[in-house]
């Protein structure tokens, strides 16, 4: 769908690059995706073959096997995973957030074990934070990491967990200090394999049936303390400076998937009939999408400029704060006006509308909900 306001943030190289991978997605993503979602997770097979294509862990420095590529290419990625209607494989948990952990804070030791095979699909990285009694306030994590001679103990659990059915490592937050708060919070690298790790079954979500989240529990697993990953008691500094892009993240796809919705519905109206004529003759019809297509636009722009700043380093909480409440409650609603307009079949999950209308609602909650979001931003009043 043509927007009156080009976008101008994507060179001749990011566009080959969507290229590539928009054919991944249509021979590779697509048609896999109905198996996928009854199946509750996507096949490991095909993170090896986006691996071979250089589709993992692009911007992480070539020494490491990624790309060195710019934000701007991991966009590229997410938008074309959204407009394949595809929450899942978790491509940008493991990309995206996992790795950039390592690659920023991690050892030379640490980034040179486990960023190669994970730029090659051979290791599939998830991000263990959230826990069934600690959500968006990380401050009250309740996973705990002893320290017993040259080894961490760790004990807890963490759920809601993107990519754990197939993990091989977990970035895991723990408290390696309980008595100092936020100032105890220490990020540590957890091999999946390690006695004492325990990962739960699939969690029955409503939606987002092909991305596999599982709770995931630790009953005195033990790691030596090189696994911690920067300094012991940074790990909450750690994880605020890499929440702003995650949420970005999140808006990225929001827009994307408006987007798509839009395109989909415009589509679906100009070929269903009612009393005689086309849905989309109806005023009604082309004012809510007329709506929805001014508020996607301006959307876009933001989200734009957001990128922009992420690559010069200036992106701040408030901004990423913004975008991501904005953009993940833009969506919802215009995934409501298009079901509504597909009418019973917006209903059927047999539609793509009707799967991504359930697919987008949790948007609103990770990443940190969006009543968090305007917490961060009222702050700044």
Same mark, same amino acid.
């Given at each position: ?48 073959? *986006? ?123 723990? +408290? ?7 100032? $105890? ?15 739960? +079954?699939?969690? @029955?979500?409503?939606?987002? +049936? ?15 303390? $090189? ?56 005023? @009604?019809? +082309? ?68 799967? *991504? ?9 990770? $990443? ?9 931003? $009222?702050?700044?009043?």
């Amino acid at each position: 769908m043509s927007m009156p306001i080009p976008r101008t943030l994507f060179s001749e190289e990011h566009e080959a690059f969507r290229t590539t991978v928009r054919r991944f997605m249509e021979a590779e993503i697509e048609p896999n995706m109905p198996r996928w979602m009854e199946q509750g997770y996507a096949d490991r097979d095909v993170w090896r073959l *986006a691996g071979q294509l250089g589709l993992l862990c692009v911007t992480i420095p070539e020494e490491y096997g990624g790309a060195g590529a710019d934000r701007k290419y991991s966009a590229v990625l997410i938008e074309e995973q959204q407009r394949a209607n595809a929450f899942g494989p978790g491509f940008a948990m493991h990309s995206e957030i996992v790795a950039p952990y390592i690659a920023r804070f991690g050892s030379p030791e640490q980034k040179a074990q486990w960023l190669p095979k994970m730029a090659r699909g051979e290791t599939i990285g998830a991000l263990g934070m959230t826990e069934p009694g600690a959500g968006s306030d990380l401050q009250r994590i309740k996973t705990t990491a002893r320290r017993e001679g040259d080894e961490l103990v760790i004990n807890g659990s963490k759920i809601f967990i993107t990519n754990g059915f197939f993990a091989d490592l977990v970035v895991l937050v723990v +408290k390696t200090d309980p008595t100092l708060g936020a100032k $105890g919070v220490t990020l540590v690298l957890v091999e999946t394999d390690r006695p004492g790790f325990r990962k739960g +079954k699939l969690l @029955n979500k409503v939606g987002q +049936k092909a991305q596999d989240a599982v709770e995931l529990f630790f009953d005195e697993v033990r790691v030596p303390t $090189g696994n911690i990953l920067g300094e012991e008691g940074k790990g909450f500094t750690y994880l605020m400076q890499e929440l702003a892009w995650e949420r970005l993240i999140i808006a990225i796809r929001s827009v994307a998937g408006a987007t798509w919705a839009i395109e989909q519905t415009v589509a679906y109206t100009k070929e269903r009939t009612a009393f005689g004529q086309a849905l989309i003759e109806f005023q @009604n019809s +082309k004012f809510k999408l007329a709506e929805c297509k001014t508020e996607t636009q301006i959307a876009q722009v933001f989200i734009d400029h957001c990128l922009n700043m992420t690559c010069a380093g200036t992106l701040e909480a408030e901004a990423s704060a913004m975008a991501k409440w904005w953009c993940t409650e833009l969506q919802n609603r215009v995934l409501d006006v298009c079901v509504q307009l597909h009418g019973g079949y917006g209903y059927i999950l047999d539609y793509p509308i009707a799967r *991504a209308w359930v697919d987008a609602r949790p948007q609103m909650i990770y $990443g940190g909900t969006n009543e968090i979001m305007k917490e961060i931003i $009222g702050r700044k009043l």
